[in-house]
């Protein structure tokens, strides 16, 4: 066994288990560092040996569900960050470790882009695992459905590369069923001919949340899928580093990313650029890399709570409802409530896809509150219980990715799906070896 295993107590035990929600301590029977595939398959040998569980994690963005870990190994994939692109082929191959702000400036520099989401800091394989929604997903879809091949190191401790020629079932699996099957070890998939994108934000006094958030949901309806915009609630806390027009201010925010020429996206977008009141509109012709500060996610990791779901056409009474529940005037002190717009290619079904073949809904939901100390956790899970209750008759299912839960995996896809991702677990993981934070059995 070559690989060091990081023991509790140690202090790089200590800088390696922390999750990015700072209310999480991660407590794992041991930890890997890895450097490539070899140190994984050790890693699996000695889990193994010792009856233990083995998990894999970069940024622990998406800890919570996992649950236990006292009879897990935790591999920390940090070390496998390698970048690779074949701009002829339009194909990267990533590491295990890469994250999106590894990969995306250089693709953008060779006029490519990726089905990259809203955050440079998430980690690559564990988003598209996931399904993966980013800034183009109406135009190419979930980024899992991008996926050409990937490298794991399986349950009997062997390296394998799965593509949609050499183990298919498995391959669909992977694309969307999440990190149940096996320790990947690299990624490869599809770049996109993009060299630039016309996007932005708009910034508007929270109090005309109401007018802005309905002109936003009623433009949806007739939006090209060329277009992939978001419609929010946002509060800035009252920090240094954030600069002065939105220090400590609360706004209603619309996001857009146009894959058009800057003419005709502005012209699609200007009933949203026109509306009354606009504080700041940041809408520019960029290339891809532009889009990493779009978003404002937290780089950082925050102690916080979450609540994601899908929900379908809400129309002007789910507005409301939102709206009445955590806007302006409300008790809500969420600092974020997002509807990402969904449909157009996240809609469509293909037999080339994955086992997360679509997004089910119209909008994917996202509500955050901080939680500064422990008493907040209580009146940050009421606000957010208070938002699911609001679009509950608009409920769509859920996507695991923005899942802090832990949920049958019948809350995010179809009854046949379930039986086929399971089937593949018992047939690659029958001993239930690998602890994925969103398990399929
Ligand atoms: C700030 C922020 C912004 C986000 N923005 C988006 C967005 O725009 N679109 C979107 O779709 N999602 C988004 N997400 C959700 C994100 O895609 C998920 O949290 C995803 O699971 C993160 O992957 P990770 O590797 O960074 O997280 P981790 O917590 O490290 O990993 C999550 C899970 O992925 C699996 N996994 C990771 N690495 C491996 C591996 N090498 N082998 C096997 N399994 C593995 C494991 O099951 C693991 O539990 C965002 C999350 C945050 C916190």
Same mark, same amino acid.
């Given at each position: 066994?070559? #690989?060091?295993?990081?023991? /509790?107590?140690?202090? %790089?035990?200590?800088?390696?288990?922390?999750?990015?929600?700072? !209310?999480?301590?991660?407590?794992?029977?041991?930890?890997? %560092?890895?450097?490539?595939?070899?140190?994984?398959?050790?890693?699996?040998?000695?889990?193994?040996?010792?009856?233990?569980?083995?998990?894999?994690?970069?940024?622990?963005?998406?800890?919570?569900?996992?649950?236990?870990?006292?009879?897990?190994?935790?591999?920390?994939?940090?070390?496998?960050?390698?970048?690779?692109?074949?701009?002829?082929?339009? #194909?990267? /191959?990533?590491?295990?470790?890469?994250?999106?702000?590894?990969?995306?400036?250089?693709?953008? *520099?060779?006029?490519?882009?990726?089905?990259?989401? +809203?955050?440079?800091?998430?980690?690559?394989? =564990?988003?598209?695992?996931?399904?993966?929604?980013?800034?183009?997903?109406? $135009?190419? @879809?979930?980024?899992?459905?991008?996926?050409?091949?990937?490298?794991?190191?399986?349950?009997?401790? &062997?390296?394998?590369?799965?593509?949609?020629?050499?183990?298919?079932?498995?391959?669909?699996?992977? /694309?969307?069923?999440?990190?149940?099957?096996?320790?990947? %070890?690299?990624?490869?998939?599809?770049?996109?001919? #993009?060299?630039?994108?016309?996007?932005?934000?708009?910034?508007?006094?929270?109090?005309?949340?109401?007018?802005?958030?309905?002109?936003?949901?009623?433009?949806?309806?007739?939006?090209?899928?060329?277009?992939?915009?978001?419609?929010?609630?946002? +509060?800035?806390?009252?920090?240094?580093?954030?600069?002065?027009?939105?220090?400590?201010?609360?706004?209603?925010?619309?996001?857009?990313?146009?894959?058009?020429?800057?003419?005709?996206?502005?012209?699609?977008?200007?009933?949203?650029?026109? !509306?009354?009141?606009?504080?700041?509109?940041?809408?520019? &012709?960029?290339?891809?890399? =532009?889009?990493?500060?779009?978003?404002?996610?937290?780089?950082?990791?925050?102690?916080?709570?979450?609540?994601?779901?899908?929900?379908?056409?809400? @129309?002007?009474?789910?507005?409301?409802?939102?709206?009445?529940?955590?806007?302006?005037?409300?008790? +809500?002190? !969420?600092?974020?409530?997002?509807?990402?717009?969904?449909?157009?290619?996240?809609?469509?079904?293909?037999?080339?896809?994955?086992?997360? *073949?679509?997004?089910?809904?119209?909008?994917?939901?996202?509500?955050?509150?901080?939680?500064?100390?422990?008493?907040?956790?209580?009146?940050?899970?009421?606000?957010?219980?208070?938002?699911?209750?609001?679009?509950?008759?608009?409920?769509?299912?859920?996507?695991?990715?923005?899942?802090?839960? %832990?949920?049958?995996?019948?809350?995010?896809?179809?009854?046949?799906?379930?039986? /086929?991702?399971?089937?593949? $677990?018992?047939?690659?993981?029958?001993?239930?070896?690998?602890?994925?934070?969103?398990?399929?059995?």
């Amino acid at each position: 066994m070559a #690989i060091d295993v990081l023991s /509790r107590g140690s202090d %790089t035990y200590e800088a390696n288990r922390g999750a990015f929600n700072l !209310l999480l301590s991660q407590e794992p029977a041991g930890i890997v %560092t890895p450097t490539g595939a070899a140190d994984v398959v050790d890693a699996v040998e000695y889990a193994k040996a010792e009856g233990l569980r083995i998990g894999a994690q970069r940024t622990g963005h998406a800890a919570e569900p996992l649950g236990d870990l006292s009879g897990t190994l935790l591999v920390r994939t940090a070390a496998m960050d390698t970048v690779s692109i074949d701009a002829e082929r339009r #194909i990267a /191959r990533v590491g295990a470790g890469t994250l999106w702000g590894d990969l995306v400036p250089r693709a953008s *520099d060779l006029g490519l882009a990726a089905c990259h989401g +809203s955050s440079p800091t998430v980690g690559i394989v =564990g988003y598209s695992l996931g399904g993966g929604v980013g800034w183009y997903a109406r $135009k190419h @879809g979930l980024q899992a459905n991008r996926v050409t091949a990937v490298e794991l190191v399986d349950a009997t401790g &062997s390296e394998r590369r799965v593509d949609a020629a050499n183990d298919p079932e498995l391959f669909w699996a992977l /694309r969307g069923g999440g990190g149940d099957f096996g320790m990947v %070890t690299a990624l490869e998939f599809e770049l996109l001919p #993009i060299a630039e994108v016309f996007a932005g934000a708009l910034f508007f006094p929270v109090e005309r949340a109401s007018e802005v958030l309905h002109a936003w949901h009623e433009w949806t309806m007739g939006a090209p899928e060329e277009i992939t915009s978001v419609g929010r609630l946002l +509060s800035f806390p009252p920090l240094p580093e954030i600069p002065e027009p939105l220090r400590g201010q609360d706004f209603a925010v619309i996001e857009a990313v146009a894959l058009l020429p800057e003419a005709q996206a502005a012209e699609l977008l200007a009933p949203l650029r026109t !509306l009354d009141g606009v504080a700041m509109d940041t809408f520019a &012709s960029q290339p891809p890399a =532009g889009l990493a500060g779009l978003h404002m996610d937290p780089p950082e990791p925050a102690p916080y709570a979450g609540h994601g779901m899908l929900v379908g056409e809400l @129309g002007t009474d789910g507005i409301d409802a939102l709206l009445a529940a955590v806007g302006p005037g409300s008790p +809500s002190k !969420l600092i974020s409530v997002e509807l990402r717009h969904d449909g157009g290619a996240l809609a469509k079904s293909d037999p080339s896809h994955g086992a997360m *073949d679509r997004l089910p809904g119209e909008f994917l939901m996202f509500g955050v509150g901080i939680v500064p100390e422990p008493a907040a956790l209580a009146p940050t899970k009421e606000w957010l219980a208070t938002m699911a209750d609001a679009v509950k008759p608009w409920d769509a299912g859920r996507y695991l990715n923005f899942s802090d839960e %832990t949920l049958d995996i019948g809350a995010a896809f179809p009854p046949e799906t379930c039986e /086929r991702l399971r089937a593949a $677990k018992a047939k690659y993981d029958p001993e239930n070896l690998f602890h994925a934070n969103h398990p399929v059995v």
